[in-house]
């Protein structure tokens, strides 16, 4: 299984040495530890790209999780991706690198072409929505019991030419876009006076597809969602450290709540924390942590 990888990885990247030593030591990392299964090595050896980005991401979180001091176990199929141990909790992570579709073009841009915000931010609320059903499987099958945690690790890598880690708000990362309800940027401007008053963060509760179909950003702040404790979302750099530059939402009304800091002292970190509340509504207060 080991020379099958090294074999495949030598063709994949003969020209680039620099790259295949990278790739070869990731997986030698990974496998050495017990973390690749065969079904693990027949995606990463298949020749889909989406299908090697998504192993690699896997390998990723896998060594970010390490590096972060949890001791981690890779899951046989039916399962989440990997299982760890914290504070006498069994915390679950599933890891997903959304492919960039139609709308998301990985070839250099027309000179001039607005950055493609919405489109992004549909693959990750895609990607959230994809494992969130499988978390519900999960927990319907008691794979994930009700007293564990469960994570959803978003890869947005393969999101374009240039993946970005940050969405139209240039204040919040993708992945709080699509769990609490943060739009894009807007300038505020006195009405009487026309005088610019700065910037502010727009509430977007839902995003439109290519379908004129609503799709919903406000999933933390629904009880569907509750299963759910937190969202890792990252844009891995080029041959990165151990220690990725993660960003963390945790989801306010969790069946299962986390503590911060658990995925790294570096990682941003995001949630919501309850205002005050009418007899129909509910306020919330977007905070970093």
């Not at 469960?150 to 699509?178: C, K, N, R």
């Amino acid at each position: 299984m080991h020379s099958n990888v090294i074999e495949f990885l030598e063709r994949r990247h003969q020209s680039q040495p620099d790259r295949l030593k990278y790739y070869a030591d990731l997986w030698d990392a990974h496998c050495s530890v017990g973390l690749a299964n065969k079904h693990f090595v027949l995606e990463l050896t298949s020749g889909s790209d989406a299908k090697f980005a998504q192993r690699v991401w896997e390998m990723l979180l896998a060594r970010h999780l390490m590096a972060c001091g949890h001791s981690i176990t890779s899951r046989p199929e039916g399962e989440p991706d990997f299982r760890f141990e914290h504070g006498g909790r069994t915390i679950w992570v599933e890891a997903i690198s959304p492919e960039p579709g139609p709308d998301l073009p990985c070839g250099l841009p027309a000179t001039g072409t607005a950055v493609p915000h919405s489109e992004r931010l549909l693959r990750w609320t895609a990607a959230l929505a994809a494992k969130s059903k499988k978390g519900v499987e999960y927990r319907r099958k008691n794979v994930v019991k009700a007293e564990d945690a469960y994570v959803i690790g978003i890869d947005g890598g393969q999101l374009g030419w240039l993946p970005l880690t940050h969405g139209a708000s240039q204040f919040l990362p993708y992945v709080a876009e699509a769990s609490l309800a943060m739009g894009p940027l807007a300038f505020r401007v006195d009405e009487e006076t026309g005088r610019f008053l700065g910037t502010m963060v727009t509430v977007r509760s839902a995003a439109l597809n290519r379908n004129n179909a609503s799709v919903p950003t406000a999933v933390f702040f629904d009880p569907n969602y509750s299963h759910i404790s937190a969202l890792i979302g990252c844009v891995p750099p080029q041959r990165p450290s151990s220690v990725l530059p993660v960003q963390i939402v945790y989801n306010p009304i969790a069946d299962i709540s986390l503590v911060p800091g658990l995925f790294g002292d570096a990682a941003e970190e995001w949630t919501a924390q309850f205002a005050e509340c009418g007899a129909d509504w509910k306020d919330w207060d977007i905070v970093r942590l």
